[in-house]
């Protein structure tokens, strides 16, 4: 039963334009999400995250946004560029789990094209 | 700041045979993670230390994995005996501390293929 899912294996999208990469969760004990980006033969490494007590949160280029109610968050990369061609994660947490343990989605791999 | 080490990279071994894989979480770093990631597939975690404690193992198959953090820093995480469907990429990470917004920092991996 997975509990994080990423329905879209793949994305691709022309330099400049905007990317979305969409995730969708079952569990309503998660309270914190997470991307995570991966480049080949590389371990993953922390893109941006978002509390369930707000609905965005912005870092230059990355936007989350968390629609609770739907269950469903949402990353938003504004202007794409080739360095961005990466395997996106999704993760969640709760901390109402005293491990805090990260459930990730089964990743979406994003190719901008120049 | 070095990041998280591992070894080896890649490991080529038959089923049944046993393998061992070695972490150097970032210098400080209390809490350490295990993940398995099949092809294809979000990294699974397998178990989960505080310290040279366990939190949270309930996911490792236990009748063939088993990993230790003595001292509190290095970890090995063993198969014995190798299965074919355990073939993956083994990720180990590290975080300051046990908690929502400690941030885990992965090593490269080590590639398993088990023939």
């Known amino acids: 039963d997975q509990q994080v899912k990423q329905n879209s294996p793949s994305l691709s999208v022309q330099e400049g334009r905007i990317s979305i990469l969409n995730c969708d969760y079952t569990?309503?004990?998660?309270?914190?999400f997470l991307w995570y980006k991966k480049y080949p033969a590389e371990g993953p490494t922390f893109l941006i995250s978002?509390?369930?007590?707000?609905d965005k949160n912005e870092d230059g280029r990355f936007t989350v946004f968390l629609n609770k109610s739907a269950k469903h968050l949402s990353l938003h990369i504004v202007p794409s560029q080739p360095g961005d061609s990466a395997v996106y994660f999704c993760?969640?947490?709760?901390?109402?789990?005293?491990?805090?343990?990260?459930?990730f989605g089964k990743g979406t791999k994003l190719s901008v094209i120049p | 700041e070095a990041g998280v080490a591992q070894s080896p990279r890649y490991k080529i071994i038959e089923k049944r045979q046993s393998v061992a894989f070695w972490c150097n979480p970032i210098?400080?770093?209390?809490?350490l993670y295990w993940y398995q990631q099949i092809l294809g597939q979000g990294p699974k975690l397998l178990i989960q230390?505080?310290?040279?404690?366990?939190?949270?193992d309930s996911q490792l198959p236990k009748d063939r994995f088993s990993a230790e953090r003595l001292k509190g820093v290095d970890s090995t995480l063993k198969i014995q005996p190798a299965k074919l469907e355990d073939s993956a990429v083994y990720l180990c990470?590290?975080?300051?501390?046990?908690?929502?917004?400690?941030?885990?920092?992965f090593g490269p991996g080590t590639r398993l293929t088990v023939t």
């Open positions: 990470a590290s975080s300051l501390e046990l908690g929502l917004t400690y941030e885990q920092y």
């Open positions: 569990n309503s004990m998660f309270d914190y």
């Open positions: 978002i509390s369930s007590i707000k």
């Open positions: 993760a969640a947490s709760s901390s109402r789990a005293g491990s805090y343990q990260l459930t």
């Open positions: 210098s400080g770093h209390a809490t």
């Open positions: 230390f505080q310290n040279n404690g366990v939190v949270d």
